[in-house]
Structures are given as structure tokens and as C-alpha cells.
């Protein structure tokens, strides 16, 4: 509400300069009056009738009073340079107020992606272990039937020996056989002796793998749910910045061109992407530096537009920056 109300003013207020200028400042300083506090209520009223105290007599100004003259206003579209400034003020102050919202956004939907991907290779990192397990589980599994299959090989040639020796025609015959038995049944026990010791590998590699398996499992349903919510989550904050950016479109229609180009520009050099902040405990709220008090008074006076010296971003008073609600904008 606040938004629409100021913006209207603003591009009323173009018109009007043309018309201040021409010479009409008694005029001008009744219609102000009324002008502001339509705007931004009863304490902005009483905050400009002191501070500029010479243009506006502090007459109270009543309910009864204030219709007629924003009636008025319309006809004679008459405005001071401080109500003009003033809203100028408040249309980039409101355009800021969003364009922060944004920006905040674009973190955020920035930061969820990473926390995805940091479990994705967690679980990616899980599968690739247990498929080494796998591979090797495997391997093992090979040589224990190579191991078995050359036992019974040996069993086999054992056998034969044995039938040979019945028919040996002297002893030297006989031992040399006998060393051949003797041979093949050391190396069955060799190979009885790494079957062991493999399969006691396997049984090691496969309690790994089940073990793996449980939490590869379990991270890969953690993994699913929280890509949904990041996806709905992502999927909302694209809607909330649409909205957003449509608003920063339209209130950047209420602030002429070479003021918007200012602010364009002040805010991409800005890190913090702040191009018009409020006066904070007598620091700039962009660069925190002392703002002297006479500067300060020149804010207040809405005389022009005042950058800070150190940072160049533009300044508003705690009036601009208190009437510019910002739960209302977003
Ligand atoms: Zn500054």
C-alpha cells in the first residue's frame, strides 16, 4: 500500500517540478503539507513540520483539514522540493528493500545445491567402496576354485602314482614315484592352507560389504527425501524471486532514469548489494563510517539527494527508512 501510494506521488511529483520552478513556492508550501502526511501518517507529519520549520507553519493539521487539502493537491499538483526529494527517497529506499530480498534469496538456493552434492558423493563415495569389495570378494572366490580344482588335479595324480607303484619292476622306480606323491600331497596341503586363509578373506569382505550395504542404503533414502525437499524448496524460492523481481520492476518504474541508473550502478560495486542505506547510529549502514552531523542535518532536510562521502551509496533518515515497511513489501 505504502509502495503504490508513494509511487503515484512520484510521478506526480516530475510533472510538478516543472511547475515549482515557474515560481509557486507559496502554493506549493500548503499543498506539502498535505502531500506528506498522506503519505507516511501522523509521525511523519510531525517530523517534517519541525525540521523544516520555515516553510511549513507548525499549524496542527486535523483529520477535517488534511481531505480538503489532498483534494486540492490533485488540482493544483503543486510540490516542494523536499516532498519531491523525500519520495524519490522513499521509491529507492522501497526498490532497495526488494532487491535485499532477492539477493537473499539467491544466497540461500545458492548454498542448498552444495549440501546435495556433498551427499551425493558421499553415497557415490560408498558405492565405489563396496563395489572394490565386490570386485575383490570375487577374485578371491576365483582362486579358491583354481585352489580346489588343482587339489583334485593332485588328488588325481596321487592315484595314478599309487596304481603305478603295483606295477614297478624295481625300487628305484617305486621311490621316485613315492617323491611324486609325496610332492602332490605337500602341495594339496599348500593349497588347503590358502583356501583358508581366502576364504577367511571372503568372509571379512563380505561382512564389509553387508555393513556398506546397510548404510548405502540407509544415506540413499537420506538422499532422496532431502533432494525433494531442496527441489521443492528451490522450486518456491523461484516462484517467491519472480515475484519479487516483478516488484522491483515496478517500482523501478516510479524512479527516473538517471537516479535508477545511480542505484544500478552503486549496487553492483557494492559487495553487500546495498545501494541506498540508512543513517545508523550516526554511520552509514553500508560502510559504517561517521556521517558528520552536519551531513546528517543535510539528510534530514531532504534539500537533495546525499551519498555518502566514503562508500558514495545514497543515504536516507530513519523517517524515509521507518515509513518503507518492509513485511509489507515482501
Ligand atoms: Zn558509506
Redesign the pocket.
Known sequence: MAKTKSSKKTTTAKKTTTAKKAGTTKKAGTTKKAGTTKKAGTTKKAGTTKKAGTKVKAKPVSEKTIKPAVAAKDESAQDSVESIIQRKLLALYTLQQIDTQIDKIRIIRGELPLEVQDLEDETEGLETRINKYKQETDDLNQQISNLKNSIVDSQELIKKYEAQQMNVRNNREYDSLSKEIEYQTLEIQLNEKKIKEFEAAVQQHESIVADSQGKYEELKSDLEVKKKELDNIIADTKKEEELLLKKSEEQQRFIEERLLNAYKRIRSNAKNGLAV?SVERDA?G??F?KIPPQRQLDIQMYKKIIV?E??G?ILVDDEVASTVDVEEIV
Open positions: 542505506v552509514c553500508g560502510c563510517n555518502c566514503y562508500c551509496r
